[in-house]
């Protein structure tokens, strides 16, 4: 099992920024890929950025592409989301989620095994 927990989310102007944290725990971190999505009131789970075990590939959804930055940090077990240029849209539940995938990267919610509980981001106009 692998445990994840989101951190960082609150209230932010349109125009600001926010930088996500996701800590996994349970098993070795460095055995998967990481992602992010959120899910919107009304709407469907989007896909936003997920990182190779190594963190050296990066896959970006065109929405977010240019503003968002996904990181990890093997040594602290710990995934990043440095979200900029946020926009009042940007408001969702956002969730980090783990996968065992032989892909280096996905952006199928499929592939994950694991998932966080969830952080609200809230982009105020």
């Known amino acids: 099992q692998v445990q994840l927990v989101e951190s960082g989310g609150g209230l932010v102007q349109a125009g600001g920024s926010l930088r996500l944290s996701c800590a996994a725990s349970g098993r070795t971190f460095s055995n998967y890929g990481m992602g992010w999505f959120r899910r919107a009131p009304g709407k469907e789970r989007e896909f936003l950025s997920s990182?190779?075990?190594?963190?050296?590939?990066?896959y970006y959804a065109n929405s977010v592409k240019g503003r968002f930055t996904i990181s990890r940090d093997n040594a602290k077990n710990t995934v990043y989301l440095q979200m900029n240029s946020l926009k009042p849209e940007d408001t969702a539940v956002y969730y980090c989620?783990?996968?065992?995938?032989?892909?280096?990267?996905?952006?199928?919610?499929?592939?994950?095994?694991?998932w966080g509980q969830g952080t609200q981001v809230t982009v105020s106009s």
């Open positions: 989620a783990a996968t065992s995938t032989r892909a280096i990267v996905t952006s199928r919610p499929g592939d994950y095994n694991y």
């Open positions: 990182i190779s075990r190594s963190g050296s590939s990066t």
